[in-house]
């Protein structure tokens, strides 16, 4: 009986050696996808991706003003038909459209566009604690040991914007804080009305 089992058991591991194989040559395929579905950004992306965030903003104040006058009238259903464009994530869908823009590729301008911005506060930071450390009433061993930490930092982070173009790099700086507050705006606003 032992013999008709291991032959069984043989046959099940070749039958599923192919299947296995497919599986993990699939695993790099998607990704590959995944990479090629990142875009190559242009400065005319950083129109749209300002725009989009303010007419996202729009639409979350909005839906933040209608979330308000139900909870003051005590209107659940009201209550919830204002939360369901922003639980759905249809100010996105909305600002996409009125762009004539494919959702997708506003998704990856966004995305994009804020890890650069994100990265690039943070470095900011960094560089600013590296400025004040002189200021600061600490010993000179601690100002040291805090030194080289934020210096390790500031090593390990990647200049986000060492990957664009020279163009689109110039255009990104000069519009940083504006779109950093677009951005924050957006997240807070999302944050608010998503934490109630």
Request: aromatic share 4%.
């Amino acid at each position: 009986m032992r013999p008709f089992t291991l032959q069984l058991s043989v046959l099940a591991l070749a039958c599923a050696l192919p299947l296995l194989a497919t599986a993990q040559t699939a695993a790099p395929a998607a990704a590959t996808a995944n990479v090629e579905a990142e875009i190559a950004l242009a400065v005319a992306d950083l129109d749209l991706y300002q725009r989009g965030l303010q007419l996202e903003i729009e639409a979350l104040r909005q839906a933040q003003q209608q979330l308000q006058s139900a909870r003051d009238a005590r209107d659940d259903v009201s209550e919830s038909t204002a939360l369901q464009p922003v639980l759905t994530r249809a100010y996105e869908r909305n600002a996409a459209k009125s762009l004539n823009v494919d959702l997708r590729r506003y998704r990856e301008v966004k995305r994009q566009f804020g890890d650069i911005l994100v990265l690039g506060e943070y470095i900011d930071q960094l560089n600013a604690q590296l400025e004040q450390l002189h200021q600061s009433g600490i010993s000179a061993k601690q100002r040291a040991d805090q030194r080289k930490s934020i210096e390790e930092a500031r090593a390990r982070a990647v200049d986000p914007y060492a990957v664009l173009d020279v163009a689109l790099r110039d255009a990104l700086k000069q519009r940083a804080d504006a779109l950093v507050r677009l951005r924050i705006n957006n997240r807070d606003l999302v944050q608010e009305l998503t934490s109630r």
